[in-house]
């Protein structure tokens, strides 16, 4: 088992950056697939990217490619979401999660995932 803490949300304006950090407790964080899933008000939890116990596999969502990069550091215990280019529309509390994936496939599908940080507000002004 893992636990999760988010950091790095805030307030930015339009076309800003954020850096999100997870920070994951425990001696098993490189048998874990990663992904960050968020959610804004009245609507369902989207994924938003994943990556693979290596790194060296990474998934996006396509609301996000090109304008966000996951990232991990195993011998930290932490993986990374940098956002560049923020909309208005990815405000959404951000959460990261673990699926501890037999294959190593990045899944997109929350259920897949075991363990979920608290979330870190995110809200990108006009």
């Known amino acids: 088992q893992v636990q999760l803490v988010e950091s790095g949300g805030g307030l930015v304006q339009a076309g800003g950056s954020l850096r999100l950090s997870c920070t994951a407790s425990?001696?098993?964080?490189?048998?874990?697939?990663m992904g960050w899933f968020r959610q804004a008000p009245g609507k369902e939890r989207e994924f938003v990217s994943g990556?693979?116990?290596?790194?060296?596999?990474?998934q996006y969502a396509d609301s996000v490619k090109g304008r966000f990069t996951i990232s991990r550091d195993n011998a930290k215990n932490e993986v990374f979401l940098q956002m560049n280019s923020l909309k208005p529309e990815d405000t959404a509390v951000y959460y990261c999660?673990?699926?501890?994936?037999?294959?190593?496939?990045?899944?997109?599908?929350?259920?897949?995932?075991?363990?979920w940080g608290q979330g870190t507000q995110v809200t990108v002004s006009s």
């Open positions: 990556i693979n116990k290596s790194g060296g596999n990474t």
């Open positions: 425990g001696r098993t964080f490189d048998r874990y697939v």
């Open positions: 999660a673990a699926e501890p994936a037999f294959l190593g496939v990045v899944a997109r599908n929350r259920v897949a995932y075991d363990y």
